[in-house]
């Protein structure tokens, strides 16, 4: 090929072809990031940013200022049941599981217990669920507000965080009406991530580690590690609590529960001194493969969206099986319908073991109350109790956490394995017990295939909780509303 | 910024600089491509290949035409124990987990048994451990030798597949003599993977597939699952033969070998009739997040290598943890030490469950000893022995499987998690028989806490068995040695 400077020589017009196609192609790139430029700049001069009081819980105010994110938001209202495990239709786990209606004998759960829904719904959830009580019957303390609500840290500025707890469910009914949202973890001057539910910085304290030496991909972690937790109610003045001093397992916080000689309730048919497990969440992911890779829990549930020229983070906190092309796949490459069934392979297997541990734990519930029925002794239950203690405590550490397991399932299914083998321990010991009061083993199991049944059979009055829990959204509800409506200025009925 | 073809009008050298420049940098490119070419034609040229018959079982002999190959294969005689559970040294885990010996009472396995090591000790190996007896005692059949040597394929194309295995071990001693090699997975002619052991092309058979179906990818698995499988002696013939018609999972291959009622053999202590896991690499792999992905065995135990200009794949077949940067590295991005970790992270569970249930099964074999000392009925221990059958299988299914169950660990977890439950739910029928008859329960338990203690206790005569042994190794072997030299001209002492 001849040198394109003799070409250019001999016939100058190749030369000005060059030079105009050049021009030409610039302007055009020009023009293509002139227009995105101007859409940037148009979504920043459009947006006024209205300044917001320190503890602004209307997360309908903070969307003034921040739209997209806040519509999004909004979006947690209806929750999309992509998994497996969840169905296509919102669950109420004691009809498909009426095992749990026996192992939470004498417990709140055993009045209802559903599939967890999108953050937005939570006053809503709170209030109508049977477990907060009604008008009349107020089984609960004001802790369990804690995570509902922006409206909690306002007030624990106000009256103080122990004066919090102390009080009862039902008298925070007017304060507390905005459901989970911004300010929950966001401050409101810089938008930085923030901490406002203290028991998480207490229990970092309790290791020497102050919440801000942790970085920003951590403290992606830790705003949600706020109340996706296991924690439980100290004392007479029920101080929420994380139970982490001895470490993060279910083995190190058993160990610490023990030591401090405490039990959730007592078992209403076994005895047994009992714990409730609550979403460990950060826990379980913490022991994981993606937490090994540094993942956070927003990369995943929150991952980054884009609409026109403006990328911003997904509020519309979900399972990322809804949305796998946006979360799984900035990392994995595969399609979508092999990401899911990947995901299902390991929530089969874990799901499996959680069913063999049901059955056992509900059988031995019921062979530890026929024990007692036959005159069994505290001396001879003892073993059988602690047995059945640690067993449903190491279920339920799987089990309440949200994810069917999968946020780190080998640590789902040791710790599920150990629980087997406690529960069926458990069974040996009832059975020599049984025995050994005359009672032949196995013993006749009574019928409580259904959440109803098994209801009926623990002794719940459901009608009457029914009625106590209506009085309470006709009666009660609404004048908590209208007090809040008088307080703040408006209020959104999510 | 001029036009180039103006500054070279005003300034012509401007345009040679362009035009030397650009022939001396192709020049030396052209020199970079020419040294690599080079140096693989060199090895082209140098490598005569000699043809090899059929069934040519000298490893060596393939050697001459294979250099570096063969050279890596000779590796694995020095076995490297890298893994955390492997140690630094040659584990005889009967000396570490003396529970195995109980759990395997009347069976050669409770003799000796060693942590495995790189297939060219194969043969040295086979001969030299307990469990296939000595010159007076010969407790093994010929199907033994199926996966330990490259004369294997030879002698069934001399004898018949059928008549290979009907003979006793000991008979065939002089015939193979070359430990498992080349030949075993390649056809002497393309150097193309084919399969030699009859027993998966006949499991593949019964289910409707032919192997010349399988992609080349899929006989990079194949070759492997020869011999890294679940397999059994079936019939009077001890034809080998794998147990997938019901499928891969261990509950399956249970099913499959409690509908044909068989049993490797009938326990020493408790007369459970139990089952022998082999080696079910290839199933509990393909259960797992590598599989998923379509990884081979070859991809992690046998990556590629370079030596000087040539590309070649590493025979060295070991475990990975020794050669993080060449098998995990291709795909994974970590430093070794954190990718290590990760690996024992995983293995670290399996073991948990592994040992526990170990200590439960070890129990429930001494139980049912006690149970049938006091009298207990065929009737009574039914149900518990058939329990520990069940649960031992499923031990066996994860513990003989190569990696520490790193190959699956959440497939490993599972199926250990189901063999918890059913030792400890026998342990609960023996705790009511031995009751029922006077036995106060818990028995006290006879101490075996070395190997040495339970082999004494389950009544095995070490002694003997090593001299026989010792008459074995310093009287016959070297007649068999020199029967193969004959045979075949020459023969290495690996």
Chains 1, 2 share one sequence.
Not at 36 to 49: F, H, K, Y
Not at 90 to 98: C, K, N
Not at 456 to 479: F, H, Q, R, S
């Amino acid at each position: 090929m001849r040198p394109i400077q003799d070409i250019i020589k001999e016939k100058p017009w190749v030369g000005w072809l060059l030079f105009f196609s050049t021009v030409v192609i610039v302007f055009f790139i020009g023009l293509f990031a002139s227009s995105i430029v101007e859409r940037r700049s148009e979504a920043l001069t459009l947006q006024t940013v209205k300044p917001l009081p320190e503890w602004e819980p209307r997360n309908e105010v903070w969307g003034e200022n921040y739209p997209r994110e806040y519509e999004t938001y909004r979006k947690t209202l209806d929750t999309n049941f992509a998994s497996k495990y969840a169905g296509s239709v919102f669950r109420d786990y004691l009809e498909d599981y009426p095992e749990l209606v026996i192992m939470w004998a004498g417990y709140g759960f055993a009045k209802e217990y559903n599939q967890a829904r999108g953050h937005a719904n939570a006053i809503k959830d709170i209030r109508e669920i049977l477990r907060t009580g009604g008008k009349d019957d107020r089984p609960m303390p004001s802790t369990c507000w804690t995570c509902k609500s922006t409206d909690v840290p306002r007030v624990m500025a106000e009256e103080g965080v122990a004066e919090f707890y102390k009080v009862n469910w039902y008298d925070r009914g007017h304060q507390i009406v905005n459901p989970i949202g911004c300010q929950d973890c966001h401050d409101p001057k810089t938008m930085n991530l923030r901490i406002t539910r203290p028991a998480l910085i207490e229990a970092f304290e309790r290791q020497g580690k102050k919440i801000s030496d942790f970085s920003h991909n951590e403290m992606r972690l830790l705003v949600c590690a706020q109340c996706h937790v296991e924690y439980y109610f100290k004392g007479e003045g029920n101080y929420l609590t994380f139970p982490w001093d001895k470490g993060f397992s279910a083995d190190d916080m058993e160990e610490y529960f023990d030591e401090i000689n405490f039990s959730d309730w007592t078992h209403a048919l076994s005895k047994a001194p009992m714990l409730k497990a609550q979403h460990p969440d950060y826990e379980l992911f913490m022991t994981g493969t993606h937490a090994e890779k540094d993942v956070s829990c927003a990369d995943c549930h929150m991952p980054y969206k884009t609409e026109g020229g403006v990328k911003f983070t997904d509020h519309h906190i979900q399972s990322p099986l809804n949305n796998v092309e946006n979360s799984c796949f900035v990392c994995h490459r595969d399609n979508t319908d092999k990401m899911i069934q990947m995901v299902y392979t390991r929530q089969d297997k874990i799901m499996e073991l959680r069913g063999l541990l049901e059955e056992s734990l509900a059988a031995a519930h019921i062979e530890a109350k026929t024990a007692w029925d036959n005159g069994a002794s505290d001396k001879e239950m003892e073993k059988a109790l602690q047995l059945i203690r640690h067993s449903q405590w190491r279920w339920d550490w799987v089990a309440a956490a949200n994810g069917a397991g999968f946020h780190s399932p080998n640590e789902a299914l040791r710790v599920l394995g150990t629980g087997i083998q406690k529960a069926e321990q458990a069974r040996k010991e009832l059975a020599l017990v049984l025995v050994k009061h005359g009672v032949s083993y196995p013993i006749a199991m009574p019928d409580v295939s259904t959440k109803a049944k098994a209801q009926a059979y623990i002794g719940l009055d459901m009608e009457a909780l029914e009625a106590d829990k209506e009085k309470l959204l006709k009666n009660t509800v609404p004048k908590w509303d209208s007090l809040a409506r008088e307080r703040q200025g408006t209020l959104i009925d999510y």
